[in-house]
């Protein structure tokens, strides 16, 4: 009965090792030998990053790496860190505490109104200077007449006491405007302004054979032919003189 008992013992022992396996998945002598990709069979890499594990990569509480298989721990994945702006656009807040001046419509208006005042004030100026301007003209052109021009030169002095003083010209225009002087109220033309001596002497003698014709062609010879007179022509123009007198 004991070597039945004995036998049975050795026997039932295999059974019981079987149902109790090693904690170890692979032999002490043999797991260093392992290669590092290799892991044990049950293992399951899902199982290995359960939600708020300390393992989990993403959770920022873990001050460390998911461990590899066979426990062995990796590099930490480097944390993002975002781009920082470049210099210059640090230097462009320097615009965002400056404060630029608003654009003053009323001081445009004011120059608009200055340089239209300016433009009216010189028009007025301008329409002054031509009014006043043409008065001026008016008022010489009623002085320039040819009685004036003649007394200019004569500067009213007798025509014998210019005959007498070797004058002979002068002497001449001298009894031409005194004719025309005795002349000058019946025959308006005469204080026209820029009337000529022909222009007067054809409007008081149309036909041109007038003692005043005469007078008149004798005045422009000492002016504009240039030819010096002589006591003769001053003797001939007397005459004239005489004629026109008589016949007023």
């Not at 170890?24 to 290799?38: G, H, I, K, R, V």
């Not at 001081?107 to 300016?118: D, E, F, T």
Request: proline share 10%; glycine share 4%; net charge negative.
């Amino acid at each position: 009965m004991v070597r039945i008992a004995l036998v049975v013992f050795l026997t039932s022992l295999p059974i019981l090792g079987a149902a109790e396996p090693e904690v170890s998945w692979y032999p002490s002598d043999t797991q260093s030998e392992l290669p590092l990709s290799s892991k044990p069979p049950s293992a399951n890499v899902e199982d290995w990053s359960v939600e708020g594990s300390p393992s989990d990569p993403d959770d920022e509480t873990s001050p460390e790496s998911p461990p590899l298989p066979n426990g062995i721990k990796g590099p930490r994945p480097p944390e993002f860190v975002p781009d920082t702006p470049p210099s210059w656009l640090e230097d462009l807040d320097f615009f965002d505490d400056v404060e630029f001046p608003e654009f003053d419509w009323q001081l445009v208006k004011y120059i608009l109104l200055s340089l239209l005042g300016l433009l009216v004030l010189g028009i007025l100026i301008w329409v002054l200077s031509r009014v006043i301007g043409n008065k001026e003209a008016e008022e010489e052109g009623e002085t320039n007449t040819f009685l004036n021009e003649l007394a200019t030169k004569t500067k009213n002095k007798d025509a014998l006491s210019l005959a007498h003083s070797g004058d002979y010209a002068l002497a001449i225009h001298a009894l031409l405007l005194e004719v025309l002087r005795h002349l000058e109220p019946k025959h308006p033309i005469i204080s026209k302004p820029s009337a000529t001596p022909r222009e007067i002497a054809k409007s008081i003698a149309p036909d041109g054979n007038s003692p005043l014709f005469e007078l008149v062609l004798v005045s422009e010879l000492c002016t504009f032919a240039a030819k010096e007179a002589e006591e003769g022509m001053f003797e001939e123009a007397s005459q004239w003189r005489d004629q026109i007198l008589r016949s007023l």
